[in-house]
DNA sequence: ATGAAAGCGCTAACAT
DNA sequence: ATGTTAGCGCTTTCAT
């Protein structure tokens, strides 16, 4: 029976038997302190030094019923728009003593699939998710199931189910608009699949500023990127568009991400930036003001974003919560690429 | 005695009860498919399916002694570089089925002490870090109770231990090497704290570049960003350099990020790259080759650092398992801004 | 092939 | 103020 490494942690156990009292104390000692008179609490607590006790948190969170875990579910852990919300949630988190697990799904729903089971197996306290379908069945189980769940970077479909999201339909009018105002009348819109509701609002949003100017929304040209709607895969639509027969003025970006692979491919065939070719991205990354051609884009309340999920969640454990589903604003900022 | 929200999820007992046989059995069903007949799993199968059947995994780590959680403590979430690690760290554990926590320290010690236990409690297989202090007795006393730890971006001080680096000495080197062999003299480098190795190292790299070229290592120029080894904090120390005795012409970054700063500052004091001014940054994150002025870097092998950092540490549970210390080698990307 | 039962490390009554 | 003990949901011998 002798295990193979057994350099096994001490227990609440070990630190009982050094210090001379029960497991009932110690345990007290940890959760509550007060309980426990000083002389004998200065004895355990020496002893949890000399042995070097770390709970186990596990077994803490079996019986206690709640964990420290948060899970985020986001499309793409490297993209720089999540990775600020992400870093937000953590922090926010932290302040709770909570941890966060990441989780990319590349917009694949079978992955997303998966690791939501991980993070229901794992007995996460609570999902944010960036969900590839808010009204999705599979959530809605899994909400069922009392797990507290808060839609990021998306709207609840449902009055019962907290969400934060950034209005993507104004978004997507205001980087129509500014196009507009620029005198733009052939305008692409390199977008995301529109099954993705961003995707959806934002292209909805652009026919709206189309229709306020009087234009055919119908002659937005969208071209979808399935998949790929990444630095590289824009490049790659980028020849589509350029060689088809009626050639925009002005290219709108669904990312900031998409926009950079919209400018690189532009500069590599000598197409200048405004002047033949407007673009304008969507995000606001830290480097957007920074490019060849700094991007004139849609800025996103990131840390906003973040910090209010996150809260959102850690509150859903109060009884006397109220589901809230908060909308922020997204801000259009002018810079050199339109 | 009843509790205020028990939508309780349905666990082994109910699903056993549900489909007439014993625990053990339904354990054995999710273990050992094989141990159990056909029919009888079948039955068991079609009753975790009704119950909605989720695994409690705090539940089965807690017994079977081993979890399907990763921490990686990193300098800081939001940074590109740590993304992209992070994002092949996470797709190599999700082959795993393990789950990846992330945490970051802002290079503060007590935030990655603090990360440390929580992790450590929450009773993660193993911990992957970028240290702050690769030798600290707080790394050494983890491993000592049989936790996992590999360090990333980092060789380990010690044989005994798991760790993938990059050579940073070596990209100092190629760093410096390029502006001395593009003609510069006086070289600044906006650095980071020495007491961060990858700070040391590119700083020693840099000076033997010098060295080789017979010119005094004693001149390079460092500025320390200590907690501001950000983007607004190289704007800040751009003006103390600017208007100090001995104007560099060119200066060398610990980062992109960093970079990106220094070309910002430039930019607006209208100040020409490469012309009057030659930048380098560190780390080729997404955005270096389309900044304004694309930016000659260190690439570094983010994906396969974090790859290889997620492999080691799911190999240690492997009683056959050796330490290993992987070193991978940076490359100099020369564009623009040199 | 299946069942019964003893824990994993901890918490929370309840007793003293 | 401290000790005792019954579980949390699961795995895992050991019987049958």
């Known amino acids: 029976m002798a295990r193979v490494r057994p350099p096994r942690r001490n227990g609440i156990r070990e630190v009982a038997a050094a210090a001379g009292v029960s497991v009932g104390t110690v345990s007290n000692v940890i959760n509550s302190p007060d309980l426990v008179a000083g002389s004998t609490r200065q004895r355990v607590e020496s002893a949890m030094r000399q042995l070097a006790f770390v709970r186990n948190g596990l077994a803490h969170q079996l019986r206690a019923g709640r964990s420290a875990t948060v899970g985020a579910v986001v499309l793409d852990l490297a993209n720089p728009f999540f990775t600020e919300v992400n ?117 909805l949003g652009m026919r709206n500023a189309l229709r306020r100017a009087d234009l055919d929304p119908a002659h937005l040209m969208e071209v979808t990127l399935s998949g790929d709607a990444t630095t590289e895969g824009a490049v790659a639509h980028l020849e589509t568009v350029l060689s088809g027969p009626d050639v925009p003025t002005a290219i709108a970006c669904v990312s900031d991400v998409v926009a950079l692979g919209v400018l690189r491919g532009l500069r590599q065939r000598g197409i200048r930036v405004p002047d033949e070719m407007a673009v304008v991205g969507y995000d606001d990354v830290p480097f957007a003001a920074e490019l060849y051609t700094p991007l004139t884009t849609i800025r996103q309340p990131k840390q906003q974003l973040g910090r209010a999920a996150a809260e959102l969640l850690l509150d859903e454990a109060d009884p006397e919560h109220v589901h809230q589903q908060i909308v922020l604003h997204p801000e259009l900022v002018i810079r050199s690429s339109s």
């Not at 953590?90 to 998966?114: H, N, Q, W």
């Not at 959530?139 to 999201?165: E, N, T």
């Not at 993507?168 to 196009?179: K, T």
């Open 87 to 203: 870093r937000s949630v953590e922090d926010r988190l932290a302040e709770d003593d909570c941890v966060l697990i990441v989780c990319s799904t590349d917009e694949k729903i079978d992955k997303e699939a998966r690791y939501l089971r991980l993070l229901e197996e794992q007995g996460v306290r609570g999902i944010l998710i960036t969900p590839t379908d808010p009204g999705s069945e599979r959530i809605a189980q899994i909400r069922a199931r009392g797990l507290p769940v808060v839609l990021m970077d998306c709207p609840s479909p449902v009055p019962q189910m907290c969400s934060v999201a950034v209005d993507d339909v104004q978004g997507g009018d205001l980087a129509a608009g500014h196009l507009i105002a620029r005198g733009h009348r052939r305008i692409a819109f390199f977008n995301g699949p529109r099954t993705i509701r961003q995707c959806a609002d934002r292209s």
